[in-house]
């Protein structure tokens, strides 16, 4: 069995959680990881049950949403 979220939190943990980052800090950043994954997981489960039409629609928002923020960090990190 493959650990997709596990491999892309052992990723980001890498990259992106600081290295002085406590083992609290470091817990709570996973369990939001986790969090955000099953929300996707549930919101493109629910997506799929919609119907072609409603499904197309709610992915599409749904990356929407994610290049918004992503846009946001984006502009938070430039000087």
């Not at 069995?1 to 600081?18: L, T």
């Not at 406590?22 to 919101?43: D, L, P, T, W």
């Amino acid at each position: 069995m493959s650990a997709v979220i596990g491999d892309a939190w052992r990723a980001y943990e890498r990259d992106v959680v600081p290295r002085e980052a406590s083992v609290i800090q470091r817990m709570e950043c996973r369990q939001a990881f986790y969090a955000g994954a099953a929300i996707m997981f549930k919101e493109m489960s629910e997506a799929a049950d919609a119907g072609p039409q409603d499904g197309i629609a709610r992915v599409s928002a749904l990356g929407f949403e994610c290049e918004m923020f992503a846009d946001e960090v984006g502009k938070a990190r430039e000087p």
